[in-house]
């Protein structure tokens, strides 16, 4: 991956194939950010009105390239639009800049090494030129024979103040975060001939090895022993078995315990309910919920956080095979309710089912799931945000906040209470589908019933943003985008705080 470090030389001193300034989007033309002024000295103070000569605009994602002038080190400045600033005079906002280092690092793939002179007089503005720089970069070469376009191999982020202890736990907060973002793309990219449940539990247990983490994987014996009737019955369609995976990170002087759930269909065709052409083509990346956890898990454990936080990751292929579980079957799921299967391709709130029961023996002070769950919710917000359902307005509100702060477009849900009963059962305690109007609520409603009575959850149906299919934009690359794992992990270092 991508390197980080913090530079104690300026801009125009420093030794790297480009420097990075940023562009604002103003009035009267566009106009140099903070952090550009030994780069502007080298053009004379006119290297603004060389950009807008060039035709920039300093507009978001905008990147234009330019020879370096006698007194910058680099031999390329690469200046990059920050969009509009709020009119208060303020600068930059940190998704602005996450955003911005973002499109600077795609456009800079293949270079070795490139200075971010963008502004940094925060920490705060430390750590999202870095997130943004890192999550930028990343690229999935592995299935390809040449091993693709290098990424750009070092990020130096020119820092205000770069022996500032806030300065370097930035960068280091920064490095973990990102690159378990990219852990979770990387798993939500492989293919799913590859990325078998089986093999998903087989990386959990590496991570876990490497960074101390507990970790059980119950295997298709242990699940059927152990009457996860869900998880066995969408897994029994296909020929690589299911998996339920718990891994645990524990501090020592924890005070507070989180769970996390992730939904893990490592490929969904919908089952016997077979999804049509046009709708199968990116279901491997159904197991983004799960991948979401476990990185949050590891990086939680990289950061050190005083809290303990246990992921269960539901992993299973839903698949028309012989043994597939028909339309009109009924599950027994762990803990003994029973779901009458009306849609094999509703299976995500069946796995899910098993390991939310699960998770709460164990009386964690919150749960949150995360999982690829309905079109419906895709429907509602658009593909660029997650949906929050929660039996907890309060809780609610604060992973909407969480996820705003952490740059994850995200939107509060409600659960009503009239929809409950569109998924009663002539047969069994509850079906697996229920009313079509309002379909993302529908399935939040049906995991509320699997929750432990008095425990706070949250549930984010992450079906929109979980995959891009669009061109790539700030630190937003084509497929796997890693979504949620910033707001859990921000999750996490709240509870660490002791702020819930
Ligand atoms: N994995 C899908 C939801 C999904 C759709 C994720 C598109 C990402 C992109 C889920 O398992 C599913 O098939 N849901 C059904 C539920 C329905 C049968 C009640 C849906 O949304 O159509
Ligand atoms: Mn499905
Ligand atoms: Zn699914």
Same mark, same amino acid.
């Given at each position: 991956?991508?390197?980080?470090?913090?530079?104690?030389?300026?801009?125009?001193?420093?030794?790297? @194939?480009?420097?990075?300034?940023?562009?604002?989007?103003?009035?009267?033309?566009?106009?140099?950010?903070?952090?550009?002024?030994?780069?502007?000295?080298? $053009?004379?103070?006119?290297?603004?009105?060389?950009?807008?000569?060039?035709?920039?605009?300093?507009?978001?994602?905008?990147?234009?390239?330019?020879?370096?002038?006698?007194?910058?080190?680099?031999?390329?400045?690469?200046?990059?639009?920050?969009?509009?600033?709020?009119?208060?005079?303020?600068?930059?906002?940190?998704?602005?800049?996450?955003?911005? /280092?973002?499109?600077?690092? &795609?456009?800079?793939?293949?270079?070795?090494?490139?200075? $971010?002179?963008?502004?940094?007089?925060?920490?705060?503005?430390?750590?999202?030129?870095?997130?943004?720089?890192?999550?930028?970069?990343?690229?999935? !070469?592995?299935?390809?024979?040449?091993?693709?376009?290098?990424?750009?191999?070092?990020?130096?982020?020119?820092?205000?103040?770069?022996?500032?202890?806030?300065?370097?736990? /930035?960068?280091? &907060?920064?490095?973990?975060?990102?690159?378990?973002?990219?852990?979770?793309?990387?798993? #939500?990219? !492989?293919?799913?001939?590859?990325?078998?449940?089986?093999?998903?539990?087989?990386?959990?247990?590496? /991570?876990?090895?490497?960074?101390?983490?507990?970790? +059980?994987?119950?295997?298709?014996?242990?699940?059927?022993?152990?009457?996860?009737?869900?998880?066995?019955?969408?897994?029994?369609?296909?020929?690589?078995?299911?998996?339920?995976? &718990?891994?645990?990170?524990?501090?020592?002087?924890?005070?507070?315990?989180?769970?996390?759930?992730?939904?893990? #269909?490592?490929?969904?065709?919908?089952?016997?309910?077979?999804?049509?052409?046009?709708?199968?083509? !990116?279901?491997?990346?159904?197991?983004?919920?799960?991948?979401?956890?476990?990185?949050?898990?590891?990086?939680?454990?990289?950061?050190?956080?005083?809290?303990?936080?246990?992921?269960?990751?539901?992993?299973?292929?839903?698949?028309?095979?012989?043994?597939?579980?028909?339309?009109?079957?009924?599950?027994?799921?762990?803990?003994?309710? %029973?779901?009458?299967?009306?849609? %094999?391709?509703?299976?995500?709130?069946?796995?899910?089912?098993?390991?939310?029961?699960?998770?709460?023996?164990?009386?964690?002070?919150?749960?949150?799931?995360?999982?690829?769950?309905?079109?419906?919710?895709?429907?509602?917000?658009?593909?660029?945000?997650?949906?929050?359902?929660?039996? @907890? @307005?309060?809780?609610? !509100?604060?992973?909407?906040?969480? *996820?705003?702060?952490?740059?994850?477009?995200?939107?509060?849900?409600?659960?009503?209470?009239?929809? &409950?009963?569109? $998924?009663?059962?002539? %047969?069994?305690?509850? *079906?697996? #589908?229920?009313?079509?109007?309002?379909?993302?609520?529908?399935?939040?409603?049906?995991?509320? +019933?699997?929750?432990?009575?008095?425990?706070?959850?949250?549930?984010?149906?992450? /079906?929109?943003?979980?995959?891009?299919?669009?061109?790539?934009?700030?630190?937003?690359?084509?497929?796997?985008?890693?979504?949620?794992?910033?707001?859990?992990?921000?999750?996490?270092?709240?509870?660490?705080?002791?702020?819930?």
């Amino acid at each position: 991956m991508t390197a980080l470090t913090l530079s104690t030389s300026s801009a125009a001193a420093l030794r790297a @194939d480009a420097v990075v300034v940023g562009v604002i989007k103003g009035p009267k033309g566009p106009r140099l950010a903070p952090g550009a002024e030994a780069v502007d000295s080298a $053009f004379d103070g006119g290297l603004a009105a060389t950009l807008e000569t060039l035709g920039a605009t300093g507009g978001e994602g905008e990147v234009t390239k330019l020879p370096a002038p006698a007194g910058v080190k680099a031999a390329v400045v690469v200046a990059v639009g920050l969009g509009e600033t709020p009119e208060d005079g303020s600068g930059p906002d940190a998704e602005a800049l996450r955003k911005a /280092a973002g499109s600077a690092a &795609r456009a800079l793939a293949g270079a070795k090494k490139a200075a $971010f002179a963008l502004p940094a007089a925060e920490a705060a503005d430390v750590e999202a030129v870095g997130t943004g720089a890192l999550l930028g970069a990343y690229a999935f !070469t592995a299935y390809q024979a040449d091993g693709g376009k290098a990424p750009l191999g070092e990020v130096a982020v020119v820092g205000a103040k770069p022996r500032d202890k806030a300065h370097k736990a /930035a960068v280091e &907060r920064a490095a973990a975060v990102a690159s378990e973002v990219n852990r979770a793309r990387d798993l #939500i990219n !492989t293919p799913p001939n590859d990325l078998t449940p089986k093999a998903f539990a087989a990386a959990v247990k590496d /991570a876990a090895k490497e960074f101390g983490l507990k970790v +059980e994987v119950l295997d298709e014996k242990a699940l059927i022993k152990g009457g996860y009737g869900g998880i066995m019955g969408v897994g029994q369609g296909s020929a690589t078995p299911p998996r339920l995976v &718990r891994v645990a990170y524990t501090h020592a002087d924890a005070e507070r315990t989180l769970a996390f759930v992730g939904k893990g #269909i490592t490929y969904d065709s919908g089952g016997i309910s077979l999804k049509p052409p046009g709708h199968n083509e !990116t279901m491997k990346c159904d197991m983004s919920g799960a991948a979401a956890v476990f990185a949050a898990v590891v990086a939680t454990a990289k950061l050190g956080l005083r809290v303990n936080v246990t992921g269960w990751l539901a992993l299973a292929e839903n698949m028309p095979g012989g043994g597939a579980v028909r339309p009109g079957d009924v599950l027994r799921m762990y803990g003994g309710k %029973t779901v009458e299967v009306l849609n %094999t391709d509703a299976e995500g709130r069946l796995v899910l089912a098993d390991a939310l029961v699960r998770a709460s023996e164990e009386r964690p002070d919150a749960i949150v799931d995360v999982a690829t769950l309905t079109g419906a919710m895709i429907l509602a917000l658009g593909d660029g945000r997650f949906g929050i359902m929660s039996n @907890d @307005d309060g809780f609610r !509100t604060r992973v909407h906040t969480t *996820a705003l702060a952490e740059g994850e477009d995200s939107w509060p849900m409600p659960l009503p209470k009239q929809l &409950r009963k569109t $998924f009663d059962s002539p %047969t069994a305690d509850i *079906a697996n #589908i229920g009313a079509r109007q309002g379909g993302g609520l529908v399935a939040g409603l049906f995991l509320k +019933e699997f929750v432990g009575e008095g425990i706070t959850w949250a549930h984010l149906d992450i /079906a929109g943003p979980a995959f891009h299919e669009g061109a790539p934009f700030g630190y937003t690359p084509k497929g796997g985008t890693g979504t949620a794992v910033r707001t859990l992990v921000a999750l996490a270092r709240q509870a660490a705080d002791g702020a819930f």
